[in-house]
């Protein structure tokens, strides 16, 4: 099978809609066939990535620990959108930290996360084959 | 008393906390649950305009959606009131209605 490259551009809060489960799940479903996978976490999609959520309290899933198995589905690219950060008052120490090991670099464990400005982001939207927003 | 006003989104995705705080009258108070409680965050483009009504509104924040959502009491603006799900019951029946901005 062809690989191709799948962006999926995440723009919603985490607990408040399904929108950011949903994409978690259809992520890792792309991922599990092997096709080139990158995330792009924008405007209000960046709380999806803060650290210590607990949603005990709500009787509701708490899907954000499984960001952190990303990693293991080779989903290493996850693009941060720097203006959403700071329009926020959060910067990257707030956002969990998400690593994967690089087959090529004797399996070292390298940041997932990258925190691009609105150019390089730009850039990473021409370079896919395919986009999918939640 | 007054209204109580619930904002239940968040400032960036939505213009409601903005049309809220324009219409609210200075005795009504303000309570930001759900993807409200973003609003609730100092040194963030929305901070400034929570930071003024608090001058005029007390402004109440739920703190289990605060703690679903990560975000840590140190956080917020202070000024800002927490409370637990009994202390929302308590808002609604101390004011006289309640305003939800969907």
Redesign the interface.
């Given at each position: 099978m062809a690989t191709k490259k799948f962006l999926y551009v995440n723009r919603?809060?985490?607990?408040?809609s399904i929108y950011a489960l949903e994409s978690l799940e259809v992520v890792l479903i792309a991922a599990a066939f092997e096709q080139d996978v990158s995330l792009a976490f924008v405007?209000?999609g960046v709380?999806q990535l803060?650290?210590?959520?607990?949603?005990?309290?709500?009787g509701?899933k708490?899907f954000?620990p499984t960001y952190k198995a990303l990693g293991d589905y080779d989903v290493s690219k996850i693009y941060v959108d720097q203006e959403s950060l700071e329009?926020?008052?959060?910067n990257k120490q707030d956002l969990m930290p998400l690593v994967y090991e690089d087959e090529d670099d004797d399996w070292a464990e390298k940041d997932s996360i990258h925190v691009v400005s609105s150019t390089e982001l730009a850039e990473i939207i021409e370079q896919q084959d395919v986009i999918l927003n939640f | 008393m007054s209204v109580l006003h619930i904002v239940n989104k968040s400032p960036y995705d939505r213009n409601s906390l903005h049309t809220c705080l324009r219409l609210a009258q200075p005795d009504s108070a303000i309570l930001l649950i759900e993807d409200g409680i973003y609003a609730s965050i100092k040194n963030a483009a929305a901070s400034e305009s929570v930071q003024q009504a608090l001058n005029s509104h007390q402004i109440y924040a739920l703190q289990p959606d605060l703690e679903a959502r990560g975000i840590d009491p140190e956080r917020m603006i202070a000024g800002i009131s927490l409370i637990d799900y009994d202390g929302f019951v308590k808002l609604t029946t101390d004011y006289d209605k309640s305003q939800s901005w969907l």
């Open positions: 919603k809060a985490p607990h408040g405007d209000d709380y803060l650290q210590n959520q607990d949603t005990g309290k709500l509701s708490n954000s329009q926020r008052g959060l | -």
